[in-house]
């Protein structure tokens, strides 16, 4: 078991940035895929990025360029940087973390945190 627990939201203008964090309660090291997701009102979660244990990225369309994926195994914590935010980027942001044993896939999630973009 992995307890997550996000950090960094809040309310921000167009064109602002934020940085989110995500600390887990032990090594992340081990873990295949860890990402970001997130769910404005009214709508499904949707990835918004992810990085695996070899440091490879994936963002969705909608934010490349402007977020940026990072991981720090020293101290248990990925995070997501939010550059040139714009009010679409409204949503709880999730943490996710996988991890593939076998054929088994084990999947953990923080809490959220909500970002709001707005003047």
């Known amino acids: 078991q992995v307890q997550l627990v996000e950090s960094g939201g809040g309310l921000v203008q167009p064109g602002g940035s934020l940085r989110l964090s995500c600390a887990a309660s032990?090594?992340?090291?081990?873990?295949?895929?860890m990402g970001w997701y997130r769910q404005a009102p009214g709508k499904q979660r949707e990835l918004v990025a992810t990085?695996?244990?070899?440091?490879?990225?994936n963002y969705a369309d909608s934010v490349k360029g402007r977020f940026t994926i990072s991981r720090d195994n020293a101290k248990n914590t990925v995070y997501l940087q939010m550059n040139s935010l714009k009010p679409e980027d409204t949503a709880v942001y999730y943490c996710?973390?996988?991890?593939?044993?076998?054929?088994?896939?084990?999947?953990?999630w923080g809490q959220g945190t909500q970002v709001t973009v707005s003047s």
């Open positions: 990085i695996t244990s070899v440091g490879s990225t």
């Open positions: 996710n973390l996988r991890l593939l044993v076998g054929n088994n896939e084990y999947s953990y």
């Open positions: 032990r090594s992340i090291a081990s873990f295949n895929v």
